[in-house]
Every structure is written in C-alpha cells, then in structure tokens.
C-alpha cells in the first residue's frame, strides 16, 4: 500500500516570492508520482508526473518537482508565485504494473499575497 | 476532443436515499475511476472500471456500486445515503497503463441532509 504526506496545509506567499510545497511518500514497491491542482469548484488539473528518468520534472504554468528516492519525497517548486496560482494541491501517487489508482494527500491551500 | 463531463453538478438528498451520478470519459479512454472527496480532504479512491469490468476497489462498503458502458461512460450508484456520504465526488478517465494521466471531472457535489 501507498501513503502520502503533505506537511503542509497552508502556505501563504507573497506575490513573485518563490515557493516549495513539500511531498513525502510511503510505498513499498516503485510509484508514479503527481502534482494536481483544484481550483475552487473545480475538478483536478494535472501539473506534473514522474514516471522514471530524471529526477527533475517541469510542469505547466512553471511548477517543477524534484524527485528523491532515499527521502521518499517529491517537492513541488516555482520560482516566483503569480495570484493566479491561488488553489489547492495535491500530491498524488500510483503503483505500477498497470494499476491507475491514486493515492492523494490531504493537499496545501497556497495562497498569494499580494 | 472532449473532456470528462459528469452530471449533474449539484444534488441535494435526504439520507437513505438512493442517488445514481453519470460520468461521460474522455474521448478513446477506457478506464474510469471513482473518487470521494470530503470538504478540506484529499480525493479517495472508491473503485475503477475498464472494459466494464471493476478493476479495483477502495475501502468503500458495498452500497457504493458502480457500472461501466461500451462506449466508456460509467455511473456512480450509492445506496441508503447517509450524511457522512456529502462530498464532491470525481470521475477520471484514462487510458490503461502504468502512470496514464487521469483526467478529471469538475465534479458532483452531494449532499446528504
């Protein structure tokens, strides 16, 4: 069984400020690791994924994660924060063989401050 | 190319109700998945389908059923409701595979009263 940790609930950031919501995962056998966003009432929009290969991963709207297997973690990173990343977070992963079930964290509200 | 639509996007029931939510996939995918999302929570997987076959299952009781169609849209049936079942639930749809992107939903916001 997976498991994952996001250590933070709230992050709040001033605007262009950068920023890192922190990942930790659980699993016994190798993962697929994500990031979603939830904008309010929205569903889950895909920002990054590792699968295998470089350990650093660059998404959409400038997000980028580092993958680090001997502290089972998985960082989601941006430079400098713009308003309109203000949305929930959620740090997801799946087993493999074939298995696309995922297990999401309890996610991180960033907020930007302007 | 459409994406994954789910209907409706709003209900309200009376607890021991019976409730039944529709998920339309994305165009070629032919696996759907399932998730709870509680208010301030992270999603939870209630059970996938593929090919109109359940292909996994969450910790979920068995009044939490689910069916898949030919053409890939699924449904999402709860029965006796209980207040504890208000939540946004999601549908996501992919192709099979080892670390296939999910699309989702916007989702079916429940609630039980």
């Known amino acids: 069984a997976q498991s994952v940790t996001q250590l933070d609930s709230q992050v709040p950031v001033f605007e262009e400020a950068p920023v890192e919501l922190r990942c930790n995962y659980s699993s016994s056998v190798s993962v697929y690791l994500f990031w979603y966003v939830q904008y309010p009432n929205q569903g889950l929009q895909l920002l990054l994924k590792?699968?295998?290969?470089?350990?650093l991963v660059k998404g959409i709207n400038g997000f980028e994660a580092e993958f680090n297997k001997s502290q089972t973690s998985f960082h989601l990173r941006k430079p400098s924060v713009h308003i309109s990343d203000t949305a929930e977070y959620f740090c997801a992963v799946s087993a493999g063989f074939g298995n696309e079930k995922l297990t999401f964290g309890t996610g991180t509200r960033l907020t930007i401050i302007p | 190319e459409t994406g994954v639509t789910q209907s409706p996007t709003h209900l309200i029931k009376t607890r021991g109700q019976q409730v039944t939510l529709r998920c339309s996939s994305q165009s070629g995918h032919n696996t759907v998945s399932w998730y709870q999302q509680a208010l301030g929570q992270g999603p939870q997987f209630i059970f996938q389908y593929y090919r109109e076959e359940e292909n996994g299952r969450g910790n979920f009781p068995p009044r939490f059923s689910g069916l898949q169609f030919p053409n890939y849209s699924s449904e999402l049936n709860v029965n006796a409701l209980e207040l504890d079942d208000s939540a946004l639930y999601l549908c996501?749809?992919?192709?099979?595979?080892?670390?296939?992107?999910?699309?989702f939903g916007q989702g079916t916001r429940l609630t039980v009263v």
């Open positions: 996501a749809s992919s192709l099979t595979g080892a670390g296939a992107e999910a699309f």
């Open positions: 590792y699968l295998s290969g470089s350990t």
